[in-house]
């Protein structure tokens, strides 16, 4: 069991513990379909190899696929397993019918490009296949979404704030609460925009405010994930439990402004997403910033981590790293250019290693065997500084002016800046593919053997 001066918890039923096993499970199948796409796009954006794709449609489907399985499913996924953990023995039969439709809507998402993918759309947050087969498959995996979100509200744990594993369990439940607030802003979105002809426009408003929403679901998680790794790795956070549930508190609040917006404004309009871009660099930042210094003070002054837990600490620092140099680009941000993928690319390589960490972590809990520490160790740092050079080379390109969302015979490379910066994208890019080729290895083993301890051996 774990102590609950821990930043971390158990779960609190078998059927529960299952439950969240179910969501890992289909969590590794997304992660897995988005490392395809990944290695696709990698191909159709690096000099040389680009010529070998063959068409402009190739890009930009692997482009809609990619993002949807390791932006949307991989993180909702795990927020499932996570929720699942932390809730009591109530509506478990809920919960798997949740799990259930959105494995269904997985799955005709992952094959929507093989049966017609139609137009793809590059609206932000979500893009889209102009297609009747991926509405179907993205509107399932979200109804699935909605019901595990509902499921979550109604099957509360009893929150002991002062304690940190209370105090743990109340920051996963906020992630909840942001979910609902983004499931919200989705259907108010449907219901309320001029009708939907397919058009760039029209998707982007039907997508923009739920998508920006859900990024404070995703932070909430992370911002969890680097505090369990902290307590799992050895280092003693100095951070009393009720001021980290103040610190989520605070993060929550920021989400609750969300209503003033869509009320007042058109949600296709400039002032719209002006209005929720402040939003999110002011918010974004309330809890993330003292938390994550929090979390950095505390790593600083730690003892060398045993060598069973140096993966775990490996990849909070590089977490850490990821999302603080994403967050500095994004109030840096002033075109279009691949600066702006290197943004988003830095904050969801961020999220992704923390995730992969925790998976490593929580894995005993779950009823399967630990990964070695020496194999963890080398994918953590594979696949995090594969990402910390594919960013370094989107920066250096879109610094040159390299445009974003162009790829195969579409990219032009117009200077040596731009050549080099799409080379070294092209580099990081592989290497963090065999970084998540590595993940999705050692955990498909683990999941294949029953648990012996734990802890990471």
Known sequence: MIDNDQYRFTALDRSCQKLAAGWLKLAILTLLVAGVYAALLAVARTPVLKDLVPSNDFFYVSLVIHVIFSNL?????????????NTRNYGVRLGWLALLITAVGVLVVAISPFAGAGDPVMSNYIPFLNSPIFFVG???????????VVRTLIAVPVMRLRTRAGSMRFGVYTATNAATMAVLAYF??????PGVDGGK?????????????????????????????????????KLPARVAALLFT????????????????SVNSANFQHWFTTHMQIGGAAATLPLGLLVLWSLFGASKPKKEVRPLRMALILSI?????GGAMGYWLQQSSTLVTAHYHSVTGAVT??????????LPMLGFSAVAFRPALIQVMTYGFGQLLNVLGLAWAGGYGMQRKVGGSSEVLDNAGQTWGMALMGLGGLVATIGGILFLYLVIKALRRPSSSERIV
Do not use: K, R
């Open 321 to 325: 790293s990821l999302f603080a140099l």
């Open 188 to 193: 108010w979105a449907f219901f309320t925009m």
């Open 201 to 237: 426009t029209d998707y982007e408003g039907l997508f923009w405010l739920g998508g920006h929403v859900l990024q404070f679901t995703h932070a909430l998680l992370m911002l969890a994930s680097w505090m369990w790794l902290a307590s799992a790795s050895g280092i003693s956070l």
């Open 73 to 85: 499913f991989w993180f909702l996924t795990i927020a499932g397993m996570l929720w699942s953990i």
């Open 138 to 148: 993205l509107a399932t995996a979200g109804a699935g979404f909605a019901l595990l």
């Open 250 to 265: 605070l993060a929550l609040f920021t989400v609750a402004f969300t209503p003033i917006a869509f009320l007042s404004q």
């Open 353 to 362: 290693l923390a995730f992969m960490a925790l998976v490593y972590d929580v």
